[in-house]
């Protein structure tokens, strides 16, 4: 079976996303008491999300 195109770019993409959602995460943790830090780490993982969940993966290829 031939793989399907771009497979190697959006597998990338992907994983950007799940590295800057991991990042967030991991800087909120060790401050969760402080709400502005915890506040922009949810604001930064939306961001991201809403981005996936918009599917637009002609501009994830550019």
């Known amino acids: ?3 399907a195109p771009n497979t190697d770019e959006l597998d990338e993409h ?3 996303c799940i590295t800057a959602i991991h ?3 991991s800087k909120a943790i060790p401050n ?3 709400e502005k830090i915890v506040d922009q780490a949810l604001q930064d993982c939306k961001e991201v999300l809403d981005m996936v969940m ?3 993966v002609s ?3 550019e």
Do not use: N, P, S
């Open 54 to 56: 918009d599917g637009k």
């Open 1 to 3: 079976m031939t793989k």
């Open 32 to 34: 969760i008491k402080d």
């Open 23 to 25: 990042g967030a995460v």
């Open 14 to 16: 992907l994983k950007d």
């Open 59 to 61: 501009e994830w290829l």
